[in-house]
């Protein structure tokens, strides 16, 4: 566990007490990284289902691990630096799985992964990354093992919001940088796995839409319970299982929570913008073609929404593509 929530330093070491406490001491280790320039270095990132996430400590993009062609489950660390991604090499990771939680936690100056289906099935171990290394942490309690959570960090309460999953799958967590607590609201969206869940920084609230099995519904939370919004717009929900990360991210420069939604019905990705309210559809000139399995982060060094992974439907090819508040392009 973290017993601090403000660190000065590039990086972070936890050492773990027999009492359970944890300090911090700095490093300014550099990352071994080997860079994604050749076309068999690609085949080995794409495709796949992951999760993404924004570290805000080091200003990039990540992602960990994830299905590989639809295939076997990863454990590989990959960042995306200068327009490409770059493959890390950390002495210790977490093991190999899919459907795990990785959600920035910039208080804690780290990126925490937790959960996830791995070979031996659903686990429940929460793991920091400090952009040098992967190291176990030992919260006094935890969600119980699960895949499909849905988490976002609470800028607004400055806690990490985690709901839902294959089990547990109404019930809501906060992370506080040193322990898991579950939130006990007097009224909670009905379970689901794979749900999206961003927060509305602007507006104070975080939201919930959607999630396996074809849930279309939008909740969203204010610290203490949660509340059902009535919306006169409703993205497409997902069908299959296999959809396995959110597609919800906060772009922070525009102050708008925004949705990529894959309809089924029609082959793409489908663009929304939450107000605060409801959900507004938008209509850029260029979509996504639809993918199922992909993760998006809001990539603030950059300004863009990043979205990444997935299996293409089809001879459809893997991309990343950036969403700049007006447009999607392709940016690899």
Not at 129 to 146: E, F, Y
Not at 158 to 167: E, I, W
Not at 225 to 241: A, C, K, L, Y
């Amino acid at each position: 566990m973290y017993a601090m929530r403000s660190v000065a330093s590039i990086a972070i070491v936890l050492v773990v007490g027999a009492c359970g406490s944890t300090s911090v001491a700095t490093t300014t280790a550099s990352p071994s990284a080997a860079s994604v320039t050749s076309p068999a270095a690609v085949l080995n990132l794409w495709p796949r289902s992951t999760a993404l996430a924004y570290d805000s400590t080091h200003g990039y993009v990540m992602l960990f691990g994830g299905r590989l062609n639809r295939g076997a489950l990863m454990n590989d660390t990959w960042i995306r630096q200068g327009g490409r991604w770059v493959q890390m090499h950390p002495a210790a990771s977490p093991p190999a799985r899919e459907g795990a939680v990785l959600v920035d936690e910039p208080e804690m100056r780290a990126v925490l992964l937790f959960g996830g289906h791995t070979d031996g099935g659903d686990v429940g171990d929460t793991w920091a990354w400090d952009g040098t290394n992967w190291t176990p942490l030992a919260p006094a309690q935890s969600p119980t093992p699960r895949t499909g959570a849905a988490a976002t960090f609470d800028a607004v309460r400055h806690v990490v919001l985690l709901f839902g999953g294959s089990t547990g799958s109404d019930e809501t967590w906060t992370w506080n940088g040193q322990g898991w607590t579950q939130a006990k609201p007097a009224q909670s969206p009905p379970g689901r796995s794979f749900g999206r869940l961003g927060v509305d920084v602007a507006g104070g609230n975080a939201v919930l839409f959607g999630g396996f099995q074809a849930l279309q519904d939008t909740w969203t939370w204010d610290g203490v319970t949660w509340t059902q919004q009535q919306t006169s717009t409703t993205p497409p929900g997902i069908h299959e299982s296999s959809a396995l990360t959110e597609q919800m991210a906060y772009d922070s420069d525009r102050k708008q929570l925004v949705l990529a939604a894959p309809n089924e019905g029609t082959g793409k990705i489908e663009t929304f913008t939450w107000n605060g309210s409801d959900w507004s559809k938008l209509s850029p000139a260029m979509s996504p073609t639809f993918v199922d399995g992909a993760g998006m982060a809001y990539d603030a060094a950059d300004s863009i929404t990043v979205l990444a992974g997935g299996y293409p439907q089809g001879a459809g090819a893997t991309h990343t593509w950036g969403w700049d508040g007006t447009n999607w392009s392709a940016i690899d």
